[in-house]
């Protein structure tokens, strides 16, 4: 068996196929989210923002966060901050408008949060919501799936 697979991976390193199925970027059910692969977890008129598995998969290790401040407001399409990497330096964009209620302090000091648990300890701010009606032009769970692999795909 272990041979077969070692064949297997050989012959996809020589044919240029990734062995890897980016299908086990974690995506999860109850949660909203934006083409720009952040999510949204929505909690009343509250909602938590972060950037998904799928982005910090494609980041790499993230090495500074940059926050908005508490008490600023974002809009829906608006960059609010940036996420550092190893690899590059990528805006966050809100996929909700309204205030800023709280930010992740955390990230400050441990940015590497938003690649461990980018949908726990990783979020990045909360905010209060002033348009619930937004939330209809975002994507469940599986049509974000199957946009990951349809953008996959064209790379």
């Known amino acids: 068996m272990a041979s077969r697979l070692l064949w297997a991976s050989r012959a996809a390193s020589y044919l240029r196929i990734s062995t890897f199925n980016r299908a086990f970027s974690t995506v999860l059910k109850d949660l909203?989210?934006?083409?720009t692969h952040e999510w949204v977890k929505i909690d009343g008129d509250s909602a938590t923002?972060?950037?998904t598995d799928h982005a910090q998969d494609?980041?790499?290790?993230?090495?500074?966060?940059?926050?908005?401040?508490?008490?600023?407001?974002?809009g829906?399409?608006?960059?609010?901050?940036a996420v550092e990497s190893v690899k590059a330096t990528?805006?966050?964009i809100s996929p909700v408008s309204g205030k800023v209620v709280e930010v992740n302090d955390q990230l400050s000091s441990a940015p590497g949060l938003v690649n461990a648990s980018p949908y726990e300890k990783?979020?990045?701010i909360k905010?209060?919501?002033?348009?619930?009606?937004?939330?209809?032009?975002?994507?469940?769970?599986?049509k974000y799936t199957k946009f990951c692999e349809e953008e996959d795909a064209k790379h």
């Open 58 to 74: 494609h980041l790499g290790d993230v090495v500074y966060v940059e926050l908005p401040e508490v008490g600023g407001t974002v």
């Open 32 to 35: 909203k989210y934006a083409e």
């Open 49 to 51: 923002v972060g950037i």
């Open 76 to 81: 829906q399409g608006a960059n609010f901050g």
């Open 122 to 124: 990783g979020w990045i």
């Open 127 to 142: 905010v209060k919501l002033s348009d619930e009606g937004e939330l209809s032009s975002l994507m469940d769970s599986d």
């Open 90 to 92: 990528s805006d966050i």
